[in-house]
């Protein structure tokens, strides 16, 4: 199958999941659906897989003539994902009532929060649970150590992190890894004034989005969280705060070529206006549904993911190797004081 054939029918089940089905009848018109084989169906299940949005479109995919073989293993994706959801909610209660007898109430990040964006939440498919305690951190974990059974390990990056009933759990004292890049110490004092609101939620989902786009890859899943809470909290948002944070901190280029692709693909345009290179849109959308390959060595990665970090960070390319190997220092001298 061609990419862009591959591509096209991948929005169109995500457009349908998230409640736009006009596209899939085009599909079918087209001859994109009923001409294509087991093996390419493979491939489409297993490419949404690696995006984490198998079960949010199964349900969209059970209505075309998918292969059976194809189709029941797509579908039990769906039903993991609910029970997955389900449990992770009530894990997460049981940690916010033990916090809450100690007057302790965190921020929940990502994930359960911004699932509620999604037109069926349990769909949302789930990694860790992350949490912000702001200042009362170590009191949080302390709890977590005396009445959750757990010992949190401290040698990451602006969070401390352990395991709760089959759930990794991150405690978060900071919202960004404050020592890469340069630029992220003030980026996460800003979010901490922010926190909570709907600004909050855009410019820190956005900020997220980009690390990870910089140094390995986005998927799907990152793609949506970003636009749905985009659209869900547009009447509440300051989008002249936003826009002027976006363009003082480097990022324009990186939301403007997102934006181009939620609009191209996924129908909602957002009220956000940055000069950039539209052309590389498709470069974005392909690193994102497909990730890029690795680099052998960490300087050739470095250099392969140059492209990426021009379009997120301000900061110039002599701050970030220099604060990047701080950052790496500081984990491992971070992991060998925690043990």
């Not at 969070?159 to 003030?186: A, F, I, M, Q, W």
């Not at 690390?211 to 969280?225: E, M, N, Q, S």
């Not at 345009?269 to 690193?287: E, G, K, Y």
Request: hydrophobic content about 35%; overall charge negative; charged content about 25%.
């Amino acid at each position: 199958m061609k990419v862009k054939n591959e591509i096209d029918i991948v929005f169109t089940l995500l457009r349908g999941a998230l409640g736009d089905n006009t596209g899939l009848e085009s599909l079918s018109s087209r001859g994109h659906v009923d001409s294509l084989s087991t093996q390419e169906w493979w491939s489409l299940f297993r490419l949404m897989r690696r995006n984490h949005v198998a079960a949010l479109t199964a349900d969209t995919m059970a209505t075309l003539d998918v292969p059976r073989e194809v189709k029941i293993p797509w579908l039990a994706e769906r039903d993991k994902a609910v029970r997955w959801y389900r449990y992770q909610l009530e894990v997460q209660q049981d940690i916010l009532d033990h916090m809450s007898q100690h007057g302790i109430g965190p921020l929940v990040l990502k994930g359960t929060h911004t699932a509620g964006y999604y037109p069926h939440p349990e769909l949302r498919e789930f990694g860790d649970l992350d949490l912000y305690f702001r200042e009362r951190h170590a009191e949080a974990d302390d709890v977590a150590r005396k009445e959750l059974g757990v010992e949190p390990d401290h040698g990451t990056h602006h969070h401390s992190k352990y395991d709760y009933r089959g759930v990794t759990v991150e405690s978060h004292y900071d919202l960004l890894n404050t020592h890469y890049p340069h630029s992220n110490k003030r980026y996460d004092q800003m979010l901490k004034q922010l926190a909570p609101s709907a600004d909050f939620e855009v410019l820190y989902l956005l900020r997220h989005a980009g690390i990870h786009f910089a140094a390995t890859g986005i998927t799907l899943r990152d793609l949506c969280d970003w636009v749905l809470t985009c659209r869900a909290l547009h009447d509440k948002v300051n989008w002249t705060l936003v826009q002027g944070t976006i363009e003082e901190y480097g990022m324009g280029h990186f939301a403007a070529l997102l934006g181009d692709i939620a609009s191209q693909q996924l129908g909602y345009t957002l009220p956000l206006q940055f000069a950039h290179d539209a052309s590389i849109a498709d470069d974005v959308m392909r690193d994102t549904v497909y990730g890029s390959a690795d680099e052998a060595g960490r300087l050739r990665q470095w250099r392969a993911t140059r492209w990426k970090r021009r379009l997120v960070y301000g900061d110039s390319e002599a701050s970030l190797l220099l604060y990047r190997i701080g950052s790496r220092l500081h984990k491992i001298f971070g992991a060998m004081h925690s043990k």
